[in-house]
C-alpha cells in the first residue's frame, strides 16, 4: 500500500514518501475490539519477531463488545504529519486516508479484527467473507439487511456496484487507487468508469438479487475477500455522487459522519447516528467528535502531547516519534507512548539492469546503515533492521539467517567490499542516485553513506533534488541512475505474500516506481504466478521461501529497516492498542477520558 504517514529514511537520508501499499501497522500486545487492555508501551510486544497469523472468522457475530470502562463523550484529535491526496473512497490508497475511512468512514464488504495484537478478516456488511468457487473464478458476498448511510437512507445492492464502478475512474476521483480491480476483475483492464462510459456493460461485478454481489475475476486471487476490506468496495449512490466534491460531503456507512473536511487541513468528524452498532463486529462510536488534523510537525505535536497542554491531553499523534523525545517516551512517559511492530519496510534499490550482481552485493557489504542512522537522527524506536523483503507482520514470514551482504544494520565493510569489486575488475564502479538536498538531515545522512561507499572502493554521483521534487524523481524508470530508484518502501494490502512479492519483483509496476530495483524475471514470475494461486495459508510458506531465494540469487534491493508502528498520545486518550493493518491505533477503539 501508498504511505504517506510515515517519514521515510531513504538510502539518501529522511524524505516524504507517497509510495508503498494499502494499511499497515503493528501491535503493542494490546488486543484489538473489546480487548480493553490500555495504554502504554509493552517491549516485548514491540519487536519484530512473531509473524501474524492472518486467519479469518466469518462467523463473527456483531455488536463488537463493550471496552472494558469506555465512555462516550468528548472529542479526539488525531495529528498526522502528512496529507493524504484523497478521501474519495474510489481513490484510498495510503496508509493514512484508507486508517481513517474504513475505521470511521466508510464500512466495506469484510474488513479486519485485531486479537491478540494479529489481523483476523471478519464480516463487515457482507453477513459473511465471501465464497470462492470451486474454479476460483467468482466471488460472492451476501450483504446484510437494515444498512444505511449518514443521511438515513437505506444502502442498495446496486450502490456496491456504482461504488466500485467509481475505483476505474482514473482520470479524476480514482487518480490515486488500487489496480488490483482492474488487474483481476473481468474487464477491468479496458473499463474506464462511469463518468467515461455511462452506458459500457461491466461484467466484473454483477447482482443477484437485492442483497448478493458476485465478482468475476479473470484468473484466481483467493486472497480476494482480503482485498474486499479496501474503501473501494464501500458503496456510493449514483444520484448523490458529486464527483470531485463528493470527499468533501460524502454519505457514511460507518460510525461517523463528515461534518467538514478542509483538504490538506483538517477532517472534522461526528458520530454517525444512522450506523447501527448491531451489525458491525468491531468498530465502536466512543468519542462524540473527532478532529483529525493534517500536515502538522510531530515534534511540536509531541511535546504538546507529552506536556498535556491544552487538547494535547486528548490528542493522539500517529507519526514517528522525534529522537529528542525517547528519553520521556522511554522513562517517566512511557504510558503515554505506543510501540510495536509495522507491515511497513524500506528498501536501498540496486538496479539489476545497470549494476552487475557482484557489484549490488559489494555495495550490501559497504554499505554504512548505522552512520546513515545516526546521522539523519533517526530514534532507535522507529526501526528494526530489516533482513528480508517482507515485513515480520505478515502472515507465513519466516526469519531465516541474514545474507553476509543483507544485514540491515552495521558500519559496513570496505575491505570486503573492495576484495569482490577488484576480483570483479569493477574497482571505481559509477553508483548514482537522487537524495534530498534541501533538508539538512537527508544532506548529513547522504554525507555518511557517500563517505562509506567511496571508502569501499566505488565512485559515487549523488544529486540533490529538492524534497518536492525526489518522489517524482525516483518514480522515473528513465531516470539517469542506477540506485535508490523505484519504491524506497511498501506497506502490505492486506497480511499475505500476494500483495508484497508481485507488487515489488513482478516488473509491472516499473512503469509507476513501485519495483525493487527494477526487477524482472520470468522465472520468478511464473513462480508467483503459481503461489499466487494457493489458498492462503498453503501458499504463506512458500512466498517465504520465494523471499529468501530472491534475496540469495538476485538481489535488487537491499533491505534496510522494518518501520516501527508508534503513536504518541495525551493522558486523557484511553484504550490505545496498536493495529497490524493500519499501522496505528485502533482508531475506533479509542475513547477519551471526561
Known amino acids: 500500500m501508498r504511505w504517506t504517514k510515515l517519514a521515510a529514511l531513504s538510502a539518501a537520508g529522511v524524505t516524504a514518501v507517497s509510495l508503498a501499499a494499502c494499511s499497515s501497522g503493528g501491535p503493542s500486545g494490546s488486543g484489538g475490539s473489546g480487548s480493553g487492555n490500555g495504554n502504554g508501551n509493552n517491549t516485548a510486544a514491540a519487536k519484530q519477531s512473531e509473524a501474524a497469523v492472518a486467519a479469518t472468522n466469518p462467523d463473527l457475530k456483531a455488536p463488537a463488545p463493550e471496552v472494558k470502562g469506555a465512555k462516550k463523550g468528548g472529542t479526539l484529535y488525531i495529528d498526522d504529519h502528512s496529507n493524504p491526496p484523497t478521501m474519495d473512497p474510489a481513490g484510498i ?169 478542509n483538504i490538506g487541513s483538517k477532517l472534522t468528524l461526528s458520530r454517525n447516528t444512522n450506523w447501527d452498532p448491531k451489525t458491525d463486529p468491531v468498530r465502536h462510536a466512543y468519542p462524540d467528535k473527532v478532529q483529525i488534523n493534517l500536515a502538522i510537525t510531530d515534534l511540536g505535536s509531541q511535546q504538546r502531547i507529552l506536556a498535556n497542554s491544552g487538547t494535547g491531553t486528548n490528542t493522539v499523534n500517529i507519526g514517528e516519534i522525534d529522537a529528542s523525545l525517547e528519553s520521556k517516551v522511554t522513562g517517566a512517559q512511557k504510558d503515554q507512548f505506543a510501540l510495536g511492530p509495522s507491515s511497513c519496510e524500506y528498501y536501498v534499490n540496486l538496479d539489476v539492469n545497470k549494476i552487475p550482481l557482484e557489484v549490488r552485493k559489494a555495495v550490501g557489504y559497504a554499505y554504512p546503515f548505522n552512520q546513515i542512522r545516526k546521522a539523519a537522527g533517526l530514534s532507535k524506536l522507529n526501526y528494526q533492521p530489516a533482513t528480508t523483503y517482507a515485513a515480520p507482520s505478515l502472515q507465513g514470514y519466516k526469519k531465516y539467517d541474514p545474507l553476509p551482504y543483507a544485514t540491515g544494520q552495521g558500519n559496513g565493510d570496505p575491505a570486503k567490499a573492495k576484495a569482490i569489486l577488484k576480483k570483479a575488475g569493477k574497482v571505481g564502479f559509477e553508483l548514482k542516485y537522487y537524495y534530498t538536498g534541501d533538508d539538512p538531515s537527508a544532506v548529513a545522512a547522504n554525507t555518511a553513506k557517500k563517505n562509506g561507499l567511496i571508502k569501499a572502493g566505488f565512485k559515487v554521483k549523488d544529486i540533490p533534488v529538492p524534497k518536492a521534487e525526489r518522489t517524482k524523481k525516483i518514480a522515473d524508470p528513465k531516470a539517469p541512475v542506477n540506485m535508490s530508484q523505484g519504491t524506497p ?58 523471499d529468501q531465494e530472491i534475496m540469495t540469487k538476485y538481489v535488487p534491493g537491499l533491505p534496510d529497516y522494518y518501520s516501527m508502528n508508534t503513536a504518541t498520545f495525551g493522558k486523557n486518550v484511553q484504550n490505545v492498542t496498536l493495529n497490524p493493518i493500519i499501522s496505528m491505533p485502533n482508531l475506533s477503539q479509542l475513547w477519551v477520558k471526561q
Open 93 to 261: 490508497y495510503y496508509v493514512d486516508s484508507n486508517a481513517f475511512a474504513t475505521q470511521y468512514m466508510y464500512r466495506t464488504l469484510t474488513q479486519f479484527q485485531i486479537v491478540k495484537g494479529k489481523p483476523v478478516l471478519v464480516p463487515d456488511m457482507a453477513e459473511g467473507v465471501g465464497k470462492q468457487s470451486a474454479d476460483g473464478l467468482t466471488w460472492t458476498f451476501k450483504i446484510r439487511k437494515g444498512l444505511k448511510y449518514s443521511d438515513g437512507s437505506p444502502v442498495k445492492i446496486e450502490d456496491f456496484v456504482y461504488g466500485l464502478k467509481r475505483s476505474f475512474a482514473k482520470e479524476s476521483v480514482a487518480l490515486n487507487g488500487t489496480d488490483y480491480q482492474r488487474q483481476f476483475l473481468v474487464g477491468g483492464k479496458d473499463y474506464k468508469g462511469p463518468y467515461k462510459q455511462p452506458n459500457a456493460d461491466f461484467k466484473g461485478v454483477t447482482t443477484k438479487g437485492d442483497d448478493t454481489l458476485v465478482f468475476h475475476l479473470v484468473k484466481k486471487l483467493p486472497s480476494f475477500n482480503y482485498f474486499a476490506s479496501f474503501p473501494e468496495f464501500t458503496p456510493v449512490p449514483k444520484a448523490k455522487d458529486t464527483k470531485g466534491d463528493y470527499q468533501k460531503h460524502p454519505l457514511t456507512t460507518g460510525p461517523y459522519k463528515v461534518d467538514s473536511y
Open 489 to 546: 518502501g511498501w506497506c502490505y494490502d492486506w497480511p499475505t505474500g500476494d500483495s508484497v512479492y508481485p507488487v515489488l519483483f513482478s516488473g509491472e509496476g516499473i512503469p509507476d516506481g513501485t519495483t525493487v530495483g527494477q526487477f524482472k524475471n520470468a522465472t520468478v514470475n511464473a513462480e508467483m504466478d503459481k503461489i499466487s494461486k494457493m489458498d492462503p495459508e498453503k501458499a504463506a510458506p512458500e512466498w517465504a521461501k520465494l
